[in-house]
């Protein structure tokens, strides 16, 4: 499974969007997925995850209430909506593919900064 993320940027406080992660290889839409991230000094964490069906989510507390994960299978496109966007929510993000909560597979990464 090859990943591609997109819709990272620079917005203020305040602001929201939405990234996507675009799935190719064989049978993608049959993995969990997650996204991450990676402020600089910290260590990756997972922010949210979704289950092959979309039937099953999973949200750090940070993301609760804020953000949105959801996928289209027919389009093999995982995305996250962020909204209320803080300042500590800049980092580089991440989607990766999960076999049930471990990353085997993982996107490029697109930056999201924060502004106050």
């Known amino acids: 499974v090859q990943l591609q993320a997109s819709g990272g940027g620079l917005v203020q406080a305040g602001g929201s969007l939405r990234l996507s992660c675009a799935a190719s290889?064989?049978?993608?839409?049959?993995?969990?997925m997650g996204w991450f991230r990676q402020a600089p000094g910290k260590e990756r964490e997972r922010v949210a995850s979704?289950?092959?069906?979309?039937?099953?989510?999973y949200y750090a507390d940070s993301a609760k209430g804020r953000f949105s994960i959801s996928r289209d299978n027919a389009k093999a496109t995982v995305y996250l909506q962020m909204n209320t966007l803080k300042p500590e929510d800049t980092a580089v993000y991440y989607c990766?593919?999960?076999?049930?909560?471990?990353?085997?597979?993982w996107g490029q990464g697109t930056q999201v900064t924060v502004s106050s």
């Open positions: 990766a593919a999960l076999i049930l909560n471990t990353p085997f597979t």
């Open positions: 290889g064989r049978n993608p839409s049959s993995y969990n």
């Open positions: 979704i289950s092959a069906s979309g039937d099953n989510t």
